[in-house]
């Protein structure tokens, strides 16, 4: 075991991209007592810092294939990891339950299948005549919201996460850089990349985690893998002449795939990921309001103080996300569409195993 954790001190890997995916990767692997390297253009401004944070495992509906054994293997380790993060910032936490609304009978039959079907007891059906409902329907000024919750699913702040992760990471000494990737090749015995300012980097180990820019660096060809962008978008509303109490509202909840985050009594997030473009539109406020047939008068005055957006990228022809070992120390994690921040864990987890066989 001594000669591993030597190896493992010798070796360095090249994580290209550090959004939330790139972030655990190198705090799992440093753990282990790898050199790590962290290299991005744009860490403040990549799509992690656009993620709202929501982690939707437990009420995923389908329990099972690929997809799902990756989301529970999330929802186990996550615990884990907030209690480590914890030690470098007490605040962060994950703000339980999350609420899942539609006003489409059809679909909340399917939400009332799937919670019978799994007796699961963290899970609820909220009917019309819940308190949360009532109190949703009337904000909304309308009858026919319903849906359910999940008291083991929640949100984490994910631009309070991102800098936790900064503090643990210099912590263990992980090495940042900023500066782009923009070609990398294999030697007799090593990864060497070059950078944007003609700066070439040797390592052992190159894990890719640079979303779209991935296939940039690889040879699509061979290794077949397609992505396509995918444009997140959010916006903060505040209302002049509140006629909702939104602290009274959920701490969060999703209205046909709309995610809505009360931020105080007269101000909310509305945010979603679902459109197939790199450019960020100009009639946001329309496009993200539209989630009911009516809007309610309040959310019709509402003025928007602030806005993001993110490109994240989605697999082509496959499953999401794309975790592969390309082989000869290689490695890529992208495609994470929606679930990033959810799914690190288990992302990290098995790029902790991939290089402890490839170094054993």
């Given at each position: 075991?001594?000669?591993?954790?030597?190896?493992?001190q010798?070796?360095?890997?090249?994580i290209i991209?550090?959004?939330?995916?790139g972030?655990?990767?190198?705090?799992?692997?440093?753990?282990?007592?790898?050199?790590?390297t962290?290299?991005?253009?744009?860490?403040?401004?990549?799509?992690?810092?656009?993620?709202?944070?929501?982690?939707?495992?437990?009420?995923?509906?389908?329990?099972?294939?690929?997809?799902?054994?990756?989301?529970?293997?999330?929802?186990?380790?996550?615990?884990?990891?907030l209690?480590?993060?914890?030690?470098?910032n007490?605040?962060?936490?994950?703000?339980?339950?999350?609420?899942?609304?539609?006003?489409?009978e059809?679909k909340?039959?399917?939400?009332?299948?799937?919670?019978?079907?799994?007796?699961d007891?963290?899970?609820?059906?909220?009917?019309?005549d819940?308190?949360?409902?009532?109190?949703?329907?009337?904000?909304?000024?309308?009858?026919?919201?319903?849906?359910?919750?999940?008291?083991k699913?929640?949100?984490?702040?994910?631009?309070?996460?991102l800098?936790?992760?900064?503090?643990?990471?210099?912590n263990?000494?992980?090495?940042?850089?900023k500066?782009?990737?923009?070609?990398?090749?294999?030697?007799?015995?090593h990864w060497?990349?070059?950078?944007q300012?003609?700066?070439?980097?040797k390592?052992?180990?190159?894990i890719?985690?640079?979303?779209?820019?991935?296939?940039?660096?690889?040879?699509?060809?061979?290794?077949?893998?397609?992505l396509k962008p995918?444009l997140?978008?959010?916006?903060?509303?505040?209302?002049?002449?509140?006629?909702?109490?939104?602290l009274?509202?959920?701490?969060?909840?999703?209205?046909n795939?709309?995610?809505?985050?009360?931020?105080?009594n007269?101000k909310?997030?509305?945010?979603?990921?679902?459109?197939?473009?790199?450019?960020s539109?100009e009639?946001?406020f329309?496009?993200?309001?539209?989630?009911?047939d009516k809007?309610?008068?309040?959310?019709?005055?509402?003025?928007?103080?602030?806005?993001?957006?993110?490109?994240?990228?989605?697999?082509?022809g496959?499953?999401?996300?794309?975790?592969?070992?390309?082989?000869?120390?290689?490695?890529?994690?992208?495609?994470f569409?929606?679930?990033?921040i959810?799914?690190?864990?288990a992302?990290?987890?098995?790029?902790?195993n991939?290089?402890?066989?490839?170094?054993?």
């Amino acid at each position: 075991m001594k000669g591993l954790k030597e190896n493992f001190q010798k070796a360095h890997i090249l994580i290209i991209g550090s959004g939330i995916i790139g972030k655990f990767n190198a705090l799992e692997l440093s753990e282990l007592g790898f050199q790590i390297t962290l290299i991005d253009p744009n860490q403040d401004k990549n799509s992690s810092n656009a993620a709202l944070g929501l982690l939707m495992g437990n009420m995923y509906q389908k329990r099972k294939g690929r997809s799902w054994a990756l989301r529970k293997q999330s929802i186990e380790l996550w615990p884990k990891w907030l209690k480590n993060l914890q030690e470098f910032n007490n605040k962060l936490n994950i703000e339980k339950p999350l609420i899942q609304l539609t006003t489409s009978e059809e679909k909340f039959k399917k939400l009332k299948k799937f919670i019978n079907k799994n007796n699961d007891q963290k899970l609820k059906i909220l009917e019309k005549d819940s308190i949360i409902i009532k109190n949703i329907n009337k904000a909304f000024q309308t009858k026919n919201i319903k849906g359910i919750v999940s008291h083991k699913d929640g949100r984490i702040n994910a631009g309070t996460l991102l800098k936790t992760l900064d503090i643990y990471l210099k912590n263990k000494t992980v090495n940042f850089l900023k500066d782009k990737i923009i070609k990398i090749k294999k030697s007799k015995k090593h990864w060497i990349a070059t950078s944007q300012t003609n700066k070439e980097i040797k390592s052992d180990v190159i894990i890719l985690c640079n979303s779209l820019n991935t296939i940039d660096l690889i040879d699509n060809i061979s290794h077949n893998i397609k992505l396509k962008p995918v444009l997140g978008q959010a916006m903060e509303i505040s209302f002049s002449e509140a006629e909702v109490d939104f602290l009274s509202l959920p701490k969060q909840f999703n209205i046909n795939g709309k995610n809505i985050i009360p931020t105080s009594n007269n101000k909310l997030i509305i945010g979603s990921t679902d459109e197939y473009s790199t450019i960020s539109e100009e009639n946001i406020f329309e496009k993200l309001t539209n989630f009911i047939d009516k809007k309610p008068t309040w959310l019709v005055k509402g003025q928007i103080i602030n806005r993001w957006s993110g490109i994240r990228s989605r697999p082509d022809g496959e499953p999401s996300p794309i975790m592969r070992n390309l082989g000869d120390g290689l490695i890529i994690c992208t495609g994470f569409y929606k679930n990033g921040i959810l799914l690190a864990p288990a992302c990290s987890k098995w790029v902790a195993n991939e290089m402890t066989n490839y170094f054993s």
